[in-house]
């Protein structure tokens, strides 16, 4: 069966769903249908901060994970959202130690957040896009592209409850901040494991660069 590549295009808070959950949105590399997948919190985060290429003070599951099969000499060679039941998905972890492969079924949110850590590409089939993809018109996917464009296709971590913050100018305006000052919250907001301030602190320091 022919797979279709697929690439991570959004990730934000679920409307339609109970508190808690996040929509991960992946698009077909080479067209313009899309496939929205409800994910649960801790699962965006891991997703998230691995975009954002945030370093935790603690190694996360999925980090764990990477660790214990790098231990075993064992790599991740790509992910496929392999079914979907009663609007449910499934996945499989393709892996392989060199010599024999094996395809491990798990969550897609447990996939695509180990599959990122490995630098492994996402898949799924004709079949599922079909039955769960969305279709966007030439005006929206236009819509889609500019959005993406302007936004540097960055995924924001919204995904961890917010402590008290440090008190922000004008609503999270980090531009009167010093250099010194802005690197000292951002690692304030890294061991407070506040990944979506942390990434807005570094979007900051990102500019003055």
Do not use: W
């Amino acid at each position: 069966m022919k797979k279709i590549k697929l690439e991570i295009l959004g990730l934000s808070s679920s409307q339609s769903q109970s508190s808690g959950s996040f929509a991960l949105v992946l698009g077909e590399s080479d067209g313009n249908r899309r496939l929205p997948i409800i994910i649960g919190m801790f699962e965006a985060q891991a997703i998230a901060i691995e975009i954002e290429k945030i370093i935790p003070n603690r190694p996360m599951t999925h980090d764990l994970f990477k660790s214990f099969a790098n231990s075993f000499h064992f790599h991740v060679e790509e992910i496929i959202i392999s079914d979907l039941k009663e609007g449910v998905f499934f996945a499989k972890i393709v892996c392989t130690d060199g010599l024999k492969k094996n395809e491990i079924d798990a969550r897609p949110s447990d996939a695509i957040a180990i599959g990122l850590r490995f630098d492994a590409p996402i898949f799924t089939y004709e079949t599922i896009l079909a039955e769960a993809g969305i279709v966007l018109t030439d005006e929206e996917e236009e819509e889609e592209k500019e959005k993406e464009k302007s936004e540097k296709k960055e995924i924001k971590a919204e995904t961890k409850a917010k402590p008290k913050k440090e008190p922000a100018k004008k609503g999270d305006d980090y531009k009167s901040y010093s250099v010194d000052k802005l690197n000292e919250m951002l690692k304030d907001a890294i061991d407070k494991e506040d990944y979506e301030r942390a990434a807005k602190i570094r979007d900051e320091l990102g500019k003055r660069n």
